[in-house]
């Protein structure tokens, strides 16, 4: 998980006298984060109140997230932004939904591998929630259940892409860019694919495969564009032990043939009192540079656990650059969470260099209700 660990908010649920269930929850957070090298200046500052409703009735519903966000720095993040809004049914067999959503594939951390549906905002680089860095899509999924085995269908009408900052206001802008040309909306440029999620006694495994457009644009004679790709993959989990074992591999493969590697292997170790760690190493290989990324998680909870410590850093093998992320979750009740913490970057080279003077220490407050 990128950026700040989620503060999970428990939701009140009311049962209406026709059956209909109504749970109603939310937070107000604000989040401040300032530059350690000169000149000192603010690299965030944001207050957001988040509401999340969900009705239920007879195996249906819907569900609505919404924000309303004030940006001290950047005005053009100020105002209401909805988030999801779909509509949903399903039964012990089948499972529907319709709408903005947020769909997860894969096992990695952090990383994208087989998990290409939905983009990610990079307003605030790596330096989010990860709630917040996930970008929704107005998708249709349905998923056929079984107790052994699960198939998953995708259709996206209109793909969504990253959000790349360019406002010479924003410390973690990209700077200016050439314009943007997006793929027409129309049925040929959909988003579609399958996923099928097997269950094997503690050894899961889960095959993909997906029609989809390169999320990232790439410069194009003159303006920036994005690519048409078939990805072909998969991803499996197994524990022994304190251990857990995780991979996931990917081809993407382009419409002139052209194909690029992906192979991740990642494992997670719990040995006791409220100790976890977590490595993974992803690898890129085929047609074009090749790019090798490590990460490293620790974490430990104390205080009966209403203190949580922890660390989470990418490693650029390539360009030996880094991107290291400190805090401490202090729950001073289960409605409120205090917490602070350090971004570190370093880098010569490579993806990180942009960023190698926004260290910075941050505070956030969060009230969930």
């Not at 129309?186 to 996923?195: A, C, L, P, Q, T």
């Not at 203190?307 to 400190?326: I, P, Q």
Request: proline share 4%.
């Amino acid at each position: 998980m990128l950026g700040v660990a989620a503060v999970l908010c428990t939701a009140a649920t009311v049962s209406a006298q026709d059956g209909m269930d109504v749970s109603v929850k939310g937070f107000v957070d604000t989040y401040h984060a300032m530059r350690t090298e000169a000149p000192n200046d603010w690299m965030a500052s944001r207050s957001r109140v988040r509401g999340e409703l969900r009705l239920e009735k007879d195996g249906g519903g819907a569900f609505v997230s919404a924000n309303l966000i004030y940006n001290a720095l950047l005005n053009g993040q100020s105002g209401f932004q909805l988030r999801e809004a779909y509509a949903y049914w399903g039964n012990p067999s089948w499972d529907i939904r319709a709408g903005n959503q947020i769909v997860t594939w894969g096992v990695a951390d952090g990383i994208r591998v087989t998990d290409l549906i939905s983009p990610m905002d990079y307003t605030e680089f790596l330096a989010q929630d990860y709630d917040d860095i996930r970008v929704p899509v107005g998708a249709l999924r349905v998923r056929y259940l079984h107790n052994a085995w699960s198939l998953e269908a995708v259709a996206v009408p209109i793909p969504e892409f990253f959000k790349i900052p360019t406002d010479s206001l924003n410390p973690w802008s990209m700077g200016s860019l050439p314009p943007e040309v997006r793929p027409d909306k129309d049925i040929e440029n959909m988003e579609y694919g399958g996923r099928f999620s097997c269950f094997l006694g503690g050894v899961d495994f889960s095959l993909m495969a997906l029609r989809t457009w390169s999320k990232i644009p790439e410069l194009v004679d003159d303006h920036l564009g994005y690519h048409r790709i078939t990805a072909l993959g998969g991803d499996v989990s197994v524990p022994f032990g304190n251990f857990v074992f995780r991979g996931e591999m990917a081809d993407y493969i382009d419409d002139h043939g052209n194909h690029l590697g992906n192979a991740l292997a990642g494992l997670d170790w719990y040995p006791g009192a409220d100790w976890n760690v977590s490595v993974q190493y992803y690898q890129t290989f085929g047609e074009g540079e090749e790019a090798a990324l490590a990460t490293l998680r620790v974490s430990k909870t104390l205080l009966n656990n209403a203190l949580t410590l922890s660390t989470f850093a990418y490693a650029d093998v390539k360009d030996l650059g880094v991107f290291n992320r400190l805090s401490a979750d202090w729950a001073a009740t289960d409605q409120i969470h205090v917490l602070i913490g350090y971004d570190y970057f370093y880098a010569d080279a490579g993806m990180f260099k942009r960023y190698e003077h926004n260290s910075e220490v941050w505070f956030k407050l969060k009230y969930c209700y």
